[in-house]
């Protein structure tokens, strides 16, 4: 019987931070924090008046920011940008951006995963990466109405025009809203001959309060909470006493999910309309 001691439970509010140049870093996780094999995960606050340089190097690299009072600045590709709450930026190997604290502090996630196989990237470009706000990305919603989500990096969700947000099946990430009572299937991830290890797959709560069930065991979480599912833990998180906001992760996107549970509204996700009243379209995840 799976058991909530089988999961890895970090809190940032509580784990050991230190001074960086660029203001405070708190890894949340790591081989060894919680076992995971291709994802590194950063808590940083960029204090007011410094940058973050992030250089990709050999990996992928995802800075997502949290939170924003006043807006930074990113600059990525000869561009800049606003540093605003769900604005990042997906690097791929070799590429480098910039995110400066003008107005205020600037909280973040920065991810990092290894280049994927080629066997896992199943014929996609690898890159280039790009710059996404909350405004832009494409939301989903379940077929239940209790969960909405927003891609940053997925390669099966299409723009408007057809083409795919992304490039890679390095990583899978996006920001997740639960209505109170929302709740994902009880299910699990297991590996693909791709990716025989499953995935590094975890949740990152930011606001709101959720629960989290791992066989009969319940726990329930708070804001600033990683918990990480080794590949086969099944699991399951609901909202409880109110909407959830998280960012869920999966590194490398190659992996198969058992659902575990009957709750087949739960099952499919729709593009939300982008005019009112149109007809939905089904969001085509193979």
Not at 150 to 171: M, P, Y
Request: one cysteine or more; proline letters at 6%; charged letters at 20%.
């Amino acid at each position: 019987m799976p058991k909530m001691s089988d999961v890895s439970i970090i809190n940032w509010n509580t784990a050991k931070s230190k001074p960086v140049e660029s203001g405070r870093e708190t890894t949340i996780c790591s081989k060894d924090l919680c076992g995971s094999k291709y994802l590194d995960i950063h808590h940083r606050t960029v204090s007011q008046g410094r940058r973050l340089d992030v250089q990709a190097g050999k990996d992928y690299h995802l800075v997502y920011v949290i939170e924003a009072p006043k807006d930074g600045v990113i600059s990525f590709n000869g561009k800049s940008h606003a540093a605003e709450a769900g604005a990042g930026v997906l690097l791929v190997p070799g590429e480098s951006a910039s995110f400066e604290a003008s107005g205020s502090d600037l909280q973040m996630l920065h991810m990092i995963t290894p280049k994927a196989p080629a066997a896992v990237e199943a014929g996609l470009a690898g890159g280039p990466g790009y710059f996404f706000n909350r405004k832009t990305l494409r939301a989903l919603t379940d077929a239940s109405g209790g969960r909405v989500r927003r891609f940053c990096v997925e390669s099966t969700v299409r723009l408007l025009d057809g083409s795919r947000l992304t490039q890679t099946n390095a990583i899978q990430a996006g920001e997740m809203r639960y209505h109170d009572g929302g709740s994902s299937p009880y299910h699990q991830h297991v590996g693909t001959p791709a990716n025989p290890d499953g995935p590094s797959h975890c949740y990152i709560t930011f606001k709101g309060r959720g629960v989290v069930q791992v066989g009969d065991d319940t726990q329930e979480i708070e804001p600033g909470t990683l918990v990480f599912f080794p590949t086969g833990v099944p699991h399951r998180l609901r909202a409880h006493g109110g909407p959830l906001d998280y960012f869920e992760l999966q590194a490398w996107k190659s992996f198969k999910t058992n659902v575990l549970s009957e709750e087949k509204l739960g099952l499919k996700w729709y593009y939300d309309p982008v005019k009112p009243g149109a007809e939905r379209v089904e969001w085509d995840q193979t």
